[in-house]
């Protein structure tokens, strides 16, 4: 039986999440993720009453012209750079986003990141992969950089930011941040983390972890001028958004030995990455899987379609039996 709303889900999900969906509204899904240009959203999106989209999907006036009909998108991702939230408003369109699910595995994944990079895991592994190993390796081969007991830095102390913070006693750190606006007293004895001007976090941090979000302000908030301040034998984690960090410029100092390693998840432009970071033994290259345990994606496809139903009056959140 047609239900009285279609909605839209731009990638594969989890098929209990879909079900869900299925009770209550007509669902068309993609058979898989890929890239789509603003005509075909535009087209996408014209005849249905929501869509669950991803940082891929990006949605802005364009995509919206001439469109009466929507009136949700539920966005998968505690970002939503991808979504033009002014324009979305302006045509009446709700906007929610993941928060919370997927705080805790987005914060293990920056601390995965930091270790692999600061110890060499990958390129060690590479080589021995390759069969390289064959005895007589040098004492002093392999040699990489400690994080327990050196000052963490954090750039962005929302709920990721925190909680990569409070991981850091752990390891014995000191752990400083910096923020647009500082954190209440109680929120930063709970994460043992004191609040530093950026230019002091960029000189007192042994390794720095960036989970700011991304606007025009936090374009390039690391570039060529920002690494030069930076240890040398600093470890810098990127499990924000590739904008944030200018990608050449973190390149050259990588290739310079300016900055020891580096631990990204994401990337300007990505799914492409700078050939010149592809090329660095000193950089730990994952794509953008920071969210990516099973029991966090479930949740977050689970939390998007409960938003979406919500929006659309459907749903546990609104109470409304299937119609
Ligand atoms: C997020 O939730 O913002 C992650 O980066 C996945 O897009």
């Known amino acids: 039986m047609s239900k009285s709303h279609s909605v839209w889900v731009s990638r594969p999900l989890f098929p209990e ?41 990006r949605i802005d006036a364009g995509v919206l012209a001439g469109n009466r009909r929507l009136r949700a998108i539920a966005n998968l991702g505690v970002g939503y750079n991808n979504l033009d939230v002014p324009a979305l408003t302006a045509a009446g369109i709700v906007a929610t986003n993941t928060p919370d699910v997927l705080t805790q595995t987005t914060a293990d994944y920056a601390w995965a990141l930091l270790l692999a990079a600061a110890r060499r895991v990958c390129s060690a592994e590479r080589w021995l992969r390759a069969g390289r190993w ?10 990489g950089v400690d994080v327990h007991g050196k000052t963490l830095g954090i750039l962005g102390m929302g709920r990721i930011g925190q909680a990569v913070a409070r991981r850091g006693a752990g390891f014995d750190m000191k752990v400083i941040y ?11 004895r709970e994460c043992r983390a004191e609040w530093v001007e950026k230019s002091e976090l960029l000189k007192r941090a042994d390794h720095l972890v960036l989970v700011l979000p991304y606007n025009a302000q936090s374009h390039h ?29 973190l390149a050259v100092a990588l290739r310079e030995g ?16 700078n050939p010149a970071l592809r090329e660095l033994d000193n950089a730990v290259l994952s ?14 496809a689970q939390l998007a379609a409960d938003n979406l139903l919500a929006a659309l009056g459907h749903g546990p959140n609104a109470g409304h039996p299937p119609s």
Request: hydrophobic content about 45%; proline content about 5%; aromatic content about 4%.
């Open 178 to 188: 910096h923020n647009r606006s500082r954190l209440p007293d109680a929120v930063e």
């Open 287 to 300: 794509p953008h899987i920071a969210s990516a345990s099973a029991d966090t994606r479930r949740a977050m």
């Open 221 to 249: 908030a690391i570039g060529a001028t920002e690494l030069e301040h930076m240890k040398p034998t600093a470890v810098l984690v990127n499990i924000a958004r590739g904008g944030i960090v200018d990608d050449a410029a």
């Open 258 to 273: 300016r900055l020891a390693a580096a631990g990204l998840d994401v990337f300007e432009g990505e799914p492409s990455v």
């Open 17 to 57: 999440v879909l079900a869900t969906l299925a009770q209550y509204v007509d669902v068309s899904v993609e058979p898989k993720e890929s890239k789509r240009t603003p005509e075909q959203l535009r087209a996408k999106l014209a005849h249905v009453d929501g869509a669950i989209v991803g940082l891929g999907d």
């Open 134 to 143: 064959r005895g007589g390796m040098r004492f002093d081969d392999w040699l």
